[in-house]
């Protein structure tokens, strides 16, 4: 239940508002110190702030294996807008998410609770999803069996070419040959809190 609803409020923020290297999370970056036209509270959670500019949002999360550093910055854009000039660095998402794959259940769940469940382009391990909806879209070739979560269909995954892939990071996890895709890797370190909400 604690992961489901970190990754719920996760993927609302990604869903409705509208992978980088480490980097310490004082790094002097002009445009992470700008001073933000809002800042979201969350009660909770630990794990990320996000913070609203006039052309954009940033997402920062911490990494939960080194809290003095970054594990991502998200910059959430507009997708009906051209890109806005002058973005911090960070792993570019335009938003709404229209297509999206996921490693994991809890992120199928999550969107499913948000009414946004057709928006699943692609899963891993669909035997393992227990959603009625998932296995009758996988059996009908309404959504892409992308194999195993350790080893993905790449190929697959190039062709589906989603505007981001769901996934839940595990301590020195690498994605192999999926990180030389470009498609957006959003990392939900839900099961890392605390707090179960």
Not at 77 to 83: A, G, I, Q, Y
Not at 132 to 145: A, F, L, P, S, T
């Amino acid at each position: 239940m604690k992961s489901f609803n970190i990754t719920l409020l996760f993927t609302i923020i990604l869903v409705l508002t509208g992978c980088n290297k480490q980097k310490p999370v004082g790094q002097d970056e002009s445009a992470l110190h700008k001073q933000a036209d809002s800042v979201y509270t969350v009660h909770y959670a630990k794990g990320f702030q996000v913070k609203k500019y006039n052309d954009y949002t940033l997402v920062t999360v911490r990494d939960p294996w080194d809290t003095t550093r970054l594990l991502h910055t998200y910059v959430l854009v507009d997708r009906t807008k051209e890109l806005p000039a002058n973005l911090p660095k960070g792993v570019v998402v335009k938003i709404p998410l229209q297509n999206v794959a996921t490693y994991s259940t809890i992120h199928c769940s999550s969107l499913n609770e948000l009414g946004q469940i057709d928006i699943i382009k692609g899963v891993c391990e669909p035997q393992y999803i227990k959603l009625d909806v998932i296995q009758q879209r996988v059996k009908n070739g309404e959504i892409e069996n992308l194999g195993m979560a350790s080893k993905p269909d790449v190929e697959k995954i190039i062709m589906l070419n989603p505007d981001a892939i769901f996934a839940t990071p595990i301590q020195g996890w690498t994605y192999g040959n999926v990180e030389k895709t470009n498609i957006p890797m959003l990392e939900t370190v839900d099961y890392t809190e605390s707090h179960p909400l």
